[in-house]
């Protein structure tokens, strides 16, 4: 959607709210056709990873376009959670949880008596490959123009790995949630209010 007016740009910011629904219907169903069947799935609760890597590879095939990189990003976490996979949001695309993101880097201290002992994260220690990039090309983005990227269409970049080697579960999903800050914490369980000032 290439937003020319101000006008265009007025009405569309409705699309900024965290209230909108970008799954259609048709889509929701499309998205529900690709869900695992009883066949991908084993007796432990792991699923097929080669049967979802095709359908991964037909759903979010490169060079499809979406609404909004919003609506990529909820259709892929809609289908991904039905195969125990979570997906993280990264600038230019969509990872696996498991997999290393580009945060910093811990560095060493030069005196070994100050240095920090810094376990191993699930991340990694798996570093699941997967990714879905996702840009603007020919989808009418205007850098010198002052509106949101969400109200422009996204294409499905040409590099993506639609391999997942974390497994794939619900016992796998169930352990990565609490590192990527996806728990709501139980306020109403707390005993005591820590004022902070």
């Given at each position: 959607m290439c937003l020319e007016s101000k006008e265009h740009c007025l009405l569309a910011q409705k699309f900024l709210s965290k209230d909108v629904e970008w799954l259609t219907p048709e889509l929701h169903d499309?998205?529900?056709?690709?869900?695992?069947?009883?066949?991908?799935?084993?007796?432990?609760?792991?699923r097929n990873i080669e049967s979802l890597k095709e359908h991964t590879m037909i759903l979010f095939?490169?060079?499809?376009?979406?609404?909004?990189?919003?609506?990529?990003?909820?259709?892929?976490?809609?289908?991904?959670?039905?195969?125990?996979?979570?997906?993280?949001?990264?600038?230019?695309?969509?990872?696996?949880?498991y997999g290393n993101s580009k945060a910093k880097?811990?560095?060493?201290h030069i005196d070994p008596n100050k240095r920090r002992t810094?376990?191993?994260?699930?991340?990694?220690?798996?570093?699941?490959?997967?990714?879905?990039?996702?840009?603007f090309k020919d989808c009418?983005?205007?850098?010198?123009?002052?509106?949101?990227?969400?109200l422009y269409q996204?294409?499905?970049?040409?590099?993506?790995?639609?391999?997942?080697?974390c497994g794939?579960?619900?016992?796998?999903?169930?352990a990565i949630m609490p590192t990527i800050g996806t728990l709501i914490p139980d306020v109403a369980g707390l005993t005591s209010v820590i004022s902070v000032g």
């Amino acid at each position: 959607m290439c937003l020319e007016s101000k006008e265009h740009c007025l009405l569309a910011q409705k699309f900024l709210s965290k209230d909108v629904e970008w799954l259609t219907p048709e889509l929701h169903d499309k998205i529900h056709m690709y869900f695992p069947k009883p066949k991908d799935k084993s007796p432990t609760g792991e699923r097929n990873i080669e049967s979802l890597k095709e359908h991964t590879m037909i759903l979010f095939a490169p060079g499809r376009k979406w609404a909004s990189t919003q609506q990529l990003v909820e259709a892929l976490q809609c289908f991904s959670s039905s195969w125990g996979a979570h997906m993280s949001h990264t600038g230019g695309g969509l990872i696996c949880s498991y997999g290393n993101s580009k945060a910093k880097k811990h560095v060493k201290h030069i005196d070994p008596n100050k240095r920090r002992t810094v376990s191993v994260s699930l991340k990694e220690t798996v570093n699941c490959p997967f990714k879905i990039p996702h840009g603007f090309k020919d989808c009418g983005v205007n850098s010198k123009k002052n509106v949101p990227r969400i109200l422009y269409q996204c294409v499905v970049g040409q590099a993506g790995c639609y391999v997942h080697t974390c497994g794939c579960s619900p016992a796998t999903q169930r352990a990565i949630m609490p590192t990527i800050g996806t728990l709501i914490p139980d306020v109403a369980g707390l005993t005591s209010v820590i004022s902070v000032g």
